[in-house]
């Protein structure tokens, strides 16, 4: 009996996870390689990008810009967005590797016309996803601006930026 | 020679500044006597001077330490800009703080020029230094 209650369990677990993995029709594009886990050497980049990039603002996937774009962003940091975010060259060039390594290989998600975007809000997907966001919502006190994922995204520090997760402070949930 | 080991590390911790920042501090110090003859040792109350005045920052715009990191540094601010929660600045209140002489050159030169349009001088940084330590 036991070990038929432990098999359905472990049953109801999967199919829950399945429907769980099928109701995400969000794209994934956070991270393209989600699938592969992330080498020894990637794992302590992803962390060196979370605490140094992190400490300001949250840090955005990789997967939001193309190469280009992080490139320009890590070559620029002495005027990032009107603030100094210069760091040890060894940390640049670390943090700079591991943008690049994950950065976006879709056009139609992050190519700003064949231009370097800096902006992820400039980017086509964005701008499409957030189309029905309004002025008020972004520059309420709770959000500041729609550079800040996590005001209405509960967990895109995480990368997931699933509909059921969105709550906009004072708005509520996104229906 | 080991007492005074003991000693030296007991005094530092109560100054609220790790063995690192400590070195990094008595380097400004030289480099502050090189630039400026008269100087005769960090001033917390010229450190408070500097983090609580108001000056035209990177941007153009008026700006001051006190913008992000309150004028109470044991309290925890807000960028400015991002609304990012800021931990508190004084050691007594955030034990991480002035731990790594890594961080502390990075943040002194980053927000020197965010809010003076410039870097700070050695004896400038030894002072803000100082007055963090002692609030």
């Known amino acids: 009996m036991k070990t038929f209650l432990n098999i359905s369990l472990a049953a109801a677990l999967f199919v829950g996870g399945v429907y769980l993995y099928a109701d995400d029709d969000e794209m994934e ?27 300001c603002h949250m840090a955005y996937q990789a997967g939001f810009l193309p190469k280009r774009s ?3 962003t890590m070559s620029g940091l002495g005027n990032h967005f009107g603030t100094d975010a210069t760091m040890d060259s060894a940390d640049t060039k670390m943090i700079q590797s591991y943008l690049m390594t994950y950065a976006s290989t879709d056009n139609r998600i992050t190519d700003v ?6 902006r992820i809000s400039q980017t086509p997907h964005f701008v499409k996803e957030h189309r029905e966001i309004t002025q008020k919502m972004l520059t309420q006190p709770e959000v500041k601006s729609i550079a800040n994922c996590t005001a209405c995204h509960t967990k895109a520090d995480t990368g997931s930026y699933r509909e059921r997760e969105i709550h906009i402070p004072n708005y509520g949930r996104w229906e | ?8 590390i007991g005094s530092m911790s109560l100054m609220g500044a790790s063995t690192e920042v400590v070195q990094y501090m008595n380097e400004l110090s ?3 006597k090189t630039e400026n003859k008269s100087f005769a040792g960090f001033d917390a109350a010229r450190g408070k001077e500097i983090f609580t005045s108001t000056h035209t920052g990177k941007q153009g715009k008026p700006m001051s330490c006190t913008s992000c990191h309150t004028t109470n540094l044991s309290n925890s601010g807000k960028n400015s800009l991002t609304g990012k929660v800021i931990e508190p600045l004084s050691p007594k209140a955030n034990p991480q703080r002035l ?6 050159k990075k943040w002194l030169k980053r927000n020197f020029v965010d809010v003076y349009a410039r870097e700070g001088t050695a004896q400038e940084k030894g002072d803000v230094l100082t007055y963090i330590i002692k609030n």
């Open chain 2, 30 to 32: 030289s480099v502050a």
């Open chain 2, 1 to 8: 020679m080991k007492y005074l080991t003991i000693l030296l």
């Open chain 1, 113 to 118: 016309k064949g231009a370097v975007a800096l």
């Open chain 1, 70 to 72: 992080w490139e320009k």
């Open chain 2, 99 to 104: 731990t790594s002489a890594k961080e502390v």
């Open chain 1, 29 to 55: 594009h956070a991270r393209p390689a989600y699938s592969k886990p992330l080498s020894k050497q990637d794992q302590a980049s992803a962390a060196l990008y979370k605490k140094e990039c992190g400490a």
